[in-house]
Protein backbone atom coordinates (compact mmCIF):
# COMPACT_ATOMS: atom_id res chain seq x y z
CA UNK A 1 0.00 0.00 0.00
CA UNK A 2 1.46 3.22 -1.12
CA UNK A 3 -0.31 6.94 0.40
CA UNK A 4 0.36 9.80 -1.35
CA UNK A 5 -0.88 13.56 0.04
CA UNK A 6 -0.87 16.25 -1.92
CA UNK A 7 -0.51 19.93 -0.92
CA UNK A 8 0.28 23.64 -2.40
CA UNK A 9 -2.94 24.08 -4.71
CA UNK A 10 -4.69 27.41 -3.90
CA UNK A 11 -5.66 30.72 -5.53
CA UNK A 12 -3.12 32.71 -8.08
CA UNK A 13 -2.76 35.46 -10.16
CA UNK A 14 -2.55 34.36 -14.35
CA UNK A 15 1.55 35.10 -14.57
CA UNK A 16 2.02 33.57 -11.55
CA UNK A 17 3.96 30.79 -9.89
CA UNK A 18 2.82 27.76 -7.64
CA UNK A 19 4.61 24.84 -6.38
CA UNK A 20 2.58 21.41 -5.38
CA UNK A 21 3.96 18.87 -3.38
CA UNK A 22 3.07 15.20 -3.28
CA UNK A 23 4.06 13.26 0.09
CA UNK A 24 4.26 9.58 -0.48
CA UNK A 25 4.36 7.06 2.54
CA UNK A 26 3.64 2.91 2.69
CA UNK A 27 5.41 0.51 0.56
CA UNK A 28 7.45 3.06 -1.36
CA UNK A 29 9.43 0.38 -3.13
CA UNK A 30 6.70 -0.86 -4.96
CA UNK A 31 6.86 1.98 -7.31
CA UNK A 32 9.40 3.39 -9.59
CA UNK A 33 7.58 6.53 -11.40
CA UNK A 34 5.77 9.21 -9.93
CA UNK A 35 3.83 12.14 -11.85
CA UNK A 36 1.04 14.97 -11.89
CA UNK A 37 -2.66 14.20 -13.44
CA UNK A 38 -4.59 17.33 -13.39
CA UNK A 39 -8.39 17.67 -14.17
CA UNK A 40 -10.14 20.89 -15.44
CA UNK A 41 -14.15 21.55 -15.57
CA UNK A 42 -15.63 19.25 -18.13
CA UNK A 43 -12.26 17.93 -19.53
CA UNK A 44 -10.80 14.52 -18.93
CA UNK A 45 -7.65 13.97 -17.18
CA UNK A 46 -4.61 14.64 -18.88
CA UNK A 47 -1.12 13.51 -17.70
CA UNK A 48 0.82 17.07 -17.06
CA UNK A 49 4.13 15.30 -15.88
CA UNK A 50 6.09 12.49 -14.65
CA UNK A 51 9.66 11.92 -13.14
CA UNK A 52 11.18 8.52 -12.39
CA UNK A 53 13.47 7.09 -10.18
CA UNK A 54 16.48 7.50 -12.51
CA UNK A 55 15.42 11.18 -12.60
CA UNK A 56 13.79 10.83 -16.45
CA UNK A 57 10.78 13.36 -17.05
CA UNK A 58 8.39 14.03 -19.06
CA UNK A 59 5.66 16.85 -19.71
CA UNK A 60 2.34 17.55 -21.63
CA UNK A 61 3.15 19.61 -24.46
CA UNK A 62 0.80 22.19 -23.07
CA UNK A 63 3.08 23.00 -19.83
CA UNK A 64 6.99 22.45 -21.77
CA UNK A 65 8.52 25.58 -20.47
CA UNK A 66 6.55 26.67 -17.13
CA UNK A 67 6.90 23.68 -15.48
CA UNK A 68 8.79 21.59 -13.48
CA UNK A 69 8.51 18.33 -11.76
CA UNK A 70 10.95 17.50 -9.31
CA UNK A 71 11.97 15.32 -6.57
CA UNK A 72 13.56 14.82 -3.49
CA UNK A 73 14.16 11.11 -2.08
CA UNK A 74 14.70 11.88 1.29
CA UNK A 75 12.07 12.89 1.51
CA UNK A 76 9.72 10.94 -0.77
CA UNK A 77 8.44 13.97 -2.12
CA UNK A 78 7.77 15.12 -5.70
CA UNK A 79 6.92 18.68 -6.44
CA UNK A 80 5.26 20.36 -9.55
CA UNK A 81 7.16 24.17 -9.84
CA UNK A 82 4.23 25.50 -12.27
CA UNK A 83 5.17 28.85 -13.61
CA UNK A 84 3.78 31.69 -15.94
CA UNK A 85 -0.35 30.18 -14.48
CA UNK A 86 -2.80 30.83 -17.09
CA UNK A 87 -6.41 30.25 -16.77
CA UNK A 88 -6.23 26.95 -18.22
CA UNK A 89 -3.80 25.54 -15.81
CA UNK A 90 -6.77 25.48 -13.53
CA UNK A 91 -7.73 21.77 -12.85
CA UNK A 92 -7.78 19.66 -9.42
CA UNK A 93 -4.16 18.15 -10.17
CA UNK A 94 -3.65 14.67 -8.55
CA UNK A 95 -0.30 13.24 -7.61
CA UNK A 96 0.18 9.57 -9.12
CA UNK A 97 2.47 6.85 -8.67
CA UNK A 98 2.86 3.18 -10.34
CA UNK A 99 5.60 0.80 -12.05
CA UNK A 100 5.74 2.94 -15.92
CA UNK A 101 5.20 6.25 -17.13
CA UNK A 102 2.12 6.30 -19.27
CA UNK A 103 -0.22 8.27 -20.42
CA UNK A 104 -3.61 6.30 -19.25
CA UNK A 105 -4.74 7.05 -15.72
CA UNK A 106 -5.15 2.98 -15.33
CA UNK A 107 -1.50 2.55 -15.30
CA UNK A 108 -1.28 3.92 -11.75
CA UNK A 109 -2.13 1.91 -9.16
CA UNK A 110 -1.76 4.86 -6.51
CA UNK A 111 -3.41 8.46 -6.70
CA UNK A 112 -3.39 11.37 -3.79
CA UNK A 113 -6.78 13.19 -3.20
CA UNK A 114 -6.51 15.62 -5.61
CA UNK A 115 -5.13 19.77 -4.92
CA UNK A 116 -7.46 22.18 -6.33
CA UNK A 117 -5.45 25.00 -8.36
CA UNK A 118 -7.37 28.27 -9.42
CA UNK A 119 -5.66 30.75 -11.33
CA UNK A 120 -7.70 34.03 -11.60
CA UNK A 121 -7.12 36.71 -14.30
Known amino acids: QVQLVESGGGLVQAGGSLRLSCAAS????????MGWFRQAPGKQRELVAT???????NYADSVKGRITISRDNAKNTVYLQMNSLKSEDTAVYYC???????????????WGQGTQVTVSS
Open 51 to 57: ITGYGST
Open 26 to 33: GSIFRINV
Open 96 to 110: VAGRLANLDPLSYAY
